[in-house]
Each structure stands twice: as C-alpha cells, then as structure tokens.
C-alpha cells in the first residue's frame, strides 16, 4: 500500500478514483480533508480495488474468513476513526467514489 500511495495512486488504479484521491489531497480546497479522512479511503479503496490485481490477495482473503466466521453470509469492511474525526465526510468520499463503478474509467 505505502507503493501505491507514495505512486500517487497510479498502480492499478482506475482515472476516475486518481482524479478522487487527486480532488481529495489539493491542497488549495477550500475546506481541506483530514489526513485520517484520506487514509481511511486509500484503506478502502486499497482492498478494493488494488490489492487482487498485484497480488495482495491475500487481504481480502482474510478479511472474508473473519467475516465468515463472525457472521456468516455478509461481508462487510469498516475502518476505525476516533470521534470527531470526520467519518460522515468519509462515508460521503464512499459513496462518491462507489457511484463512479457505472462509468466507464
């Protein structure tokens, strides 16, 4: 993952979620995200989307088994962010980033 964030997203990586990350970390917005805000969507976006396709398999492998053990039939990911840190603005980069799945990169 360090490889694929110091890349600046381009290993793997659809256009559309580059130009996200890319939107996300510009430092001239004017109202700038959380670093934690950022890490929590390369997290996501890492399992999702990079980490099958150059061999970090692995990974989701294991977060299935857990899942599987812990309540069979739903899969689900989560990350972990300390009160005030912004998760409804994370939730918000989700959705965004998941509704781009029906265009064409």
């Given at each position: 993952?360090?490889?694929?964030?110091?890349g600046?997203?381009?290993?793997?990586?659809?256009?559309?979620?580059?130009?996200?990350?890319?939107?996300?970390?510009?430092?001239?917005?004017?109202?700038?995200?959380?670093?934690?805000?950022?890490?929590?969507?390369?997290?996501?976006?890492?399992?999702?989307?990079?980490?099958?396709?150059?061999?970090?398999?692995?990974?989701?492998?294991?977060?299935?088994?857990?899942?599987?053990?812990?309540?069979?039939?739903?899969?689900?990911?989560?990350?972990?962010?300390?009160t005030?840190?912004?998760?409804?603005?994370?939730?918000?980069?989700?959705?965004?980033?998941?509704?781009?799945?029906?265009?064409?990169?």
């Amino acid at each position: 993952m360090k490889q694929w964030r110091e890349g600046r997203y381009t290993l793997d990586t659809t256009p559309v979620t580059r130009r996200l990350f890319e939107h996300w970390s510009d430092p001239e917005r004017e109202r700038p995200l959380f670093y934690c805000q950022i890490e929590a969507m390369q997290t996501l976006v890492y399992i999702a989307e990079v980490a099958k396709k150059i061999g970090d398999q692995w990974i989701e492998n294991d977060l299935l088994n857990a899942a599987s053990e812990a309540n069979p039939g739903l899969y689900r990911l989560a990350t972990k962010m300390a009160t005030g840190s912004g998760k409804t603005v994370v939730m918000a980069m989700l959705i965004a980033w998941e509704t781009r799945a029906g265009h064409k990169d």
